[in-house]
């Protein structure tokens, strides 16, 4: 079986770097005070949601590296139905969506949820991790950058 080589649109980095770097300080500034294995599940979930080939790639070595386990990161595109997470990553998994999926809106049941599990400051992180994750899903989704590439 051979893999289809999706070829990639731009290096965004090398076109747009002055924004690249900003992006990478925000990314560093919204992870501060989070736990790494809670942000790289918000990552991927976001990822998936996005469907973002090179960030569901990238965030699910990284997690895997911080110790997280197979089950888990399998069964995150399914974490409403699975026992495998905490009621704060529930929380902070629920934010993901509603976030990502801004259209909809984010339910106050949601936010209450969230606010209950998660400090003001940790909160205000997690809003920030989330919508930094889904700048870098746009970004490389619409550069088609994909797993693999530098």
């Known amino acids: 079986m051979t893999a289809m080589r999706i070829p990639e649109r731009m290096n965004?980095?090398?076109?747009?770097?002055?924004?690249?770097?900003?992006?990478?300080a925000l990314d560093a500034a919204a992870r501060e005070g989070l736990d790494p294995v809670?942000?790289?599940?918000?990552?991927?979930?976001?990822?998936?949601?996005?469907?973002?080939?090179?960030?569901?790639?990238?965030?699910?070595?990284?997690?895997?590296?911080?110790?997280?386990?197979?089950?888990?990161?399998?069964?995150?595109?399914?974490?409403?139905?699975?026992?495998?997470?905490?009621?704060?990553?529930?929380?902070?998994?629920?934010?993901?969506?509603a976030v990502t999926r801004l259209p909809e809106g984010v339910p106050d049941a949601?936010?209450?949820e969230a606010a209950e599990e998660f400090a003001e400051k940790e909160l205000a992180q997690l809003i920030a991790l989330i919508f930094t994750v889904n700048t870098w899903n746009r970004m490389n989704t619409t550069t088609r950058k994909t797993p693999g590439t530098l």
């Open 12 to 24: 965004f980095g090398e076109v747009a770097p002055k924004v690249f770097k900003a992006v990478l």
């Open 38 to 97: 809670l942000v790289e599940l918000v990552q991927i979930r976001a990822s998936q949601i996005n469907r973002c080939a090179y960030c569901i790639d990238y965030h699910t070595t990284a997690v895997r590296k911080a110790g997280e386990t197979e089950g888990r990161i399998y069964q995150l595109s399914a974490w409403e139905e699975s026992s495998l997470y905490t009621v704060r990553e529930r929380a902070a998994l629920a934010l993901t969506e």
């Open 110 to 112: 949601v936010w209450e």
